[in-house]
């Protein structure tokens, strides 16, 4: 059974800093990344991050989030810095496993004040 759990979120002031980690279990995960969901708005991809280290990022973080993992313990984490108001959302751990199955986690609220 595939199982994420998230910790970090919280509460932060523009300009500050924010980690998110992931922990999976219950399958080997090609790709691991994140999503957020803002109120009213359609989920959408933060960063993805292939068991190879190859990522993507939404070019609304670009520069500002940076995003590992670590394919032994099976987790992966979400540095998040110079966040802005714009940034606040529910944030959702992803993974995709070598079957292309699909897994989420159960969100961790992430809110940015001005």
């Known amino acids: 059974q595939v199982q994420l759990v998230e910790s970090g979120g919280g509460l932060v002031q523009a300009g500050g800093s924010l980690r998110l980690s992931c922990a999976a279990s219950g399958s080997i995960f090609s790709v691991m990344g994140w999503y957020r969901q803002a109120p009213g708005k359609q989920r959408e991809l933060v960063t993805t991050?292939?068991?190879?280290?190859?990522?993507n990022y939404a070019d609304s973080v670009k520069g500002r989030f940076t995003i590992s993992r670590d394919n032994a313990k099976n987790t992966v984490a979400l540095q998040m810095n110079s966040l802005k108001p714009e940034d606040t959302a529910v944030y959702y751990c992803?993974?995709?496993?070598?079957?292309?199955?699909?897994?989420w986690g159960q969100g961790t609220q992430v809110t940015v004040s001005s």
């Open positions: 992803y993974a995709q496993d070598v079957l292309k199955y699909d897994s």
């Open positions: 991050i292939s068991r190879g280290a190859r990522t």
